[in-house]
Nanobody, 115 residues
Framework: QVQLVESGGGLVQPGGSLRLACAATGIIFALYDMDWYRQAPGKERELVATITSRSNIKYADSVKGRFIISRDNAKNMVFLQMNSLKPEDTAVYYC?????????WGQGTQVTVAS
């Protein structure tokens, strides 16, 4: 059974940091391109960051210079280090794994940036 389980969300003040983690089971993790998406209330889900199976990385313009995506294939995990957080980063953050025509989603973790 495939599972992607996110953790690390919470409430943080503007300017603060959080580190999200996503643990994958049931897949050959090293083959998968891994993404972080987010969805704010009333908005469409948007791609935040991608790290491919070859560790090529892309970021949305809105998070460049603030967020860092990384992966640990030995632990089947992908991370999102979020720094200099802004209220507009408030959203549910989802982990996604893609390989060929298959993709899997986690259940999401809430990130709230507020004072």
């Amino acid at each position: 059974q495939v599972q992607l389980v996110e953790s690390g969300g919470g409430l943080v003040q503007p300017g603060g940091s959080l580190r999200l983690a996503c643990a994958a089971t049931g897949i050959i993790f090293a083959l998968y391109d891994m993404d972080w998406y987010r969805q704010a209330p009333g908005k469409e889900r948007e791609l935040v960051a991608t790290i491919t199976s070859r560790s090529n990385i892309k970021y949305a313009d809105s998070v460049k210079g603030r967020f860092i995506i990384s992966r640990d294939n030995a632990k089947n995990m992908v991370f999102l280090q979020m720094n200099s957080l802004k209220p507009e980063d408030t959203a549910v953050y989802y982990c996604n794994g893609e390989y060929r025509s298959t993709d899997y989603w986690g259940q999401g973790t809430q990130v709230t940036v507020a004072s």
